[in-house]
Every structure is written in structure tokens, then in C-alpha cells.
């Protein structure tokens, strides 16, 4: 069974500059989650999917951020403009169901804003 | 908010030890506990977890206890070996039917040949 895909693997751009991840989740999984992981922290829910519905974009930074989710499987999330605290590994997760089951994650994208 | 801690930060064991990791939680609604172990340039990744009808579950050297009467549920390996070292998360689910999961903010293992 192939895992979560992400690309890229590493990025550096300039604050105010945008960037986009991409993200393939494992097939058939309903549920797409993107994290937010700044180094020596736990991972930070930004914004979860179920099929292309958002459920939660709570902790979204929304005036910077967006995420999609077209056809209910790959996802795109995009920071546009870039801060320098949002230099920070960016996972992507999916799950079968939203409750009780394990949650995937792909290797990540490590953002660094100079 | 679900408010969840995990102690220690650190741990630093000789190989052959035991290690306990406690996580302690808010919502009294969470039903579901995973330990995620993340290793270096990795996504974490699941490791054990436990639904709040049982109180403990093994898996080899790993095993995973909960009181869900005190929110706060352990992760313990036995035997550890170097290649235990990493960070582990615990992440107990929150927020019902369409909830997720909130991390701590991590313990790094170290085990010492």
C-alpha cells in the first residue's frame, strides 16, 4: 500500500514571497489532514477535510493561508504572503474516518522563510 | 480547547531499561489515545493506541495504559534498544465524530548502548 505523498521535500523562499505544497493521500482514505510542525513542538492541526467538505479550519491562519481539496483527494496549501514564523515543516495526513483510527502522515515539506 | 501534556520532555535511558512516557488530557469526551513515534526527517508515525473501553494494551515491548478516570493514560517500553530513540507524541482524539487529533508536545528518547 503506498504511503502519503507530499512534495516538495524542502523549500526556502523570502518572507511576503507564496509558496504551495502538494499532498496524495492513500487511496480510498476520506479524511486529509494538514499540520503544522515548528521544530521542537508537536504537530498543530491546521485544517481537515472529509472528502472535499472542510470539517475544521479553526486554527487556520486564513488571511494567509489556504488549502483545497478538489474531487475529494489531492490537496494543494499555499501561504501567500510568507512569514518568517511560518518557517516550520508542513505534514499532511489521512485517515480512513475522521474518529478513532489512525491518522498516516506523509514525510512533510520544510519551509524555511528568509 | 482539548489541553494535553506530556511528561517528561526529555528521557535518557541505558539500553535494556525500562521508559514511561504520561500524557494527561482535558476532554473527558475523548475516547481514543494513539502514541505516534516520530523519527528524524519523518512523519510520525502510529506506534500503539488504546479506546477508552480497555485499560491496557500490549504489543511486543510497547504497551499503553489508561485512567480515564484521572485523563491521563502511559506509554511503556520494556527492553529498550537504540533504536528506540526518537520523539514520541502522545495525541488523544477530540471533538467527537468528525474530531481529530491533538498532539503533545513531545518526548525525546534516548537510549544508550
Known amino acids: 500500500e503506498a504511503g502519503v505523498a507530499q512534495s516538495p521535500r524542502y523549500k526556502i523562499i523570502e518572507k511576503r514571497q507564496s509558496v504551495a505544497f502538494w499532498c496524495n493521500p492513500i487511496s480510498g482514505h476520506a479524511t486529509l489532514y494538514w499540520y503544522q510542525q515548528i521544530l521542537g513542538q508537536g504537530p498543530k492541526l491546521l485544517i481537515q477535510f472529509q472528502n472535499n467538505g472542510v470539517v475544521d479550519d479553526s486554527q487556520l491562519p486564513k488571511d494567509r493561508f489556504s488549502a483545497e481539496r478538489l474531487k475529494g483527494v489531492d490537496s494543494t496549501l499555499k501561504i501567500q504572503p510568507a512569514k518568517l514564523e511560518d518557517s516550520a515543516v508542513y505534514l499532511c495526513?489521512?485517515?480512513?474516518?475522521?474518529?478513532?483510527?489512525?491518522?498516516?502522515f506523509g514525510q512533510g515539506t520544510r519551509l524555511t522563510v528568509v | 480547547g482539548e489541553n494535553v501534556e506530556q511528561h517528561p520532555s526529555t528521557l535518557s535511558v541505558q539500553e535494556g531499561d525500562s521508559a514511561v512516557i504520561k500524557c494527561t488530557y482535558s476532554?473527558?469526551?475523548?475516547?481514543?489515545f494513539p502514541w505516534y513515534k516520530q523519527e528524524l526527517g519523518k512523519g510520525p508515525q502510529l506506534i500503539i493506541d488504546i479506546r477508552s473501553n480497555v485499560g491496557e494494551k500490549k504489543d511486543q515491548r510497547i504497551a499503553v495504559t489508561l485512567n480515564k478516570t484521572a485523563k491521563h493514560f502511559s506509554l511503556h517500553i520494556t527492553e529498550t534498544q537504540p533504536e528506540d530513540s526518537a520523539v514520541y507524541f502522545c495525541?488523544?482524539?477530540?471533538?467527537?465524530?468528525?474530531?481529530?487529533?491533538?498532539f503533545g508536545k513531545g518526548t525525546k528518547l534516548s537510549v544508550k548502548p
Open positions: 476532554d473527558s469526551a475523548s475516547n481514543y
Open positions: 495525541a488523544p482524539h477530540y471533538g467527537g465524530s468528525q474530531g481529530n487529533l491533538i
Open positions: 495526513a489521512s485517515s480512513f474516518r475522521t474518529a478513532n483510527t489512525e491518522a498516516f
